[in-house]
Nanobody
Framework: QVQLIESGGGSVQAGGSLRLSCVAS????????MRWFRQAPGKEREFVAL????????SYAGSVKGRFTISRDKATNSGYLQMSSLKPEDTAVYYC?????WGQGTQVTVSS
């Protein structure tokens, strides 16, 4: 099972940007998909974005489309979530996942 480690979270003001990273302990299989989810306090975990590891096709939740960009670097077994124009409602713990593996999460806090 692949191990995932996220980083890059922090506190920013509304309108700011952050870049989250997710490093895998081994190359995900070509059929795998990397997804980012988030969970705000008192709310259910929700899908944010995904990218196919092989072809790099992407999909986004409507709430982040146009503001967030997901990418991956096969050479370093890493995935990224570039977040721009952040809003207070983006405040959450962000998790990356590949197959059945989940990272430990990284906190993103956006203040108004």
């Amino acid at each position: 099972q692949v191990q995932l480690i996220e980083s890059g979270g922090g506190s920013v003001q509304a309108g700011g940007s952050l870049r989250l990273s997710c490093v895998a302990s081994r190359p995900p299989f070509s059929t795998h998909i990397m997804r980012w989810f988030r969970q705000a306090p008192g709310k259910e975990r929700e899908f944010v974005a995904l990218i196919t590891w092989s072809g790099g096709s992407t999909s986004y939740a409507g709430s982040v489309k146009g503001r967030f960009t997901i990418s991956r670097d096969k050479a370093t077994n890493s995935g990224y979530l570039q977040m721009s124009s952040l809003k207070p409602e983006d405040t959450a713990v962000y998790y990356c996942t590949v197959d059945s593996s989940w990272g430990q999460g990284t906190q993103v806090t956006v203040s108004s």
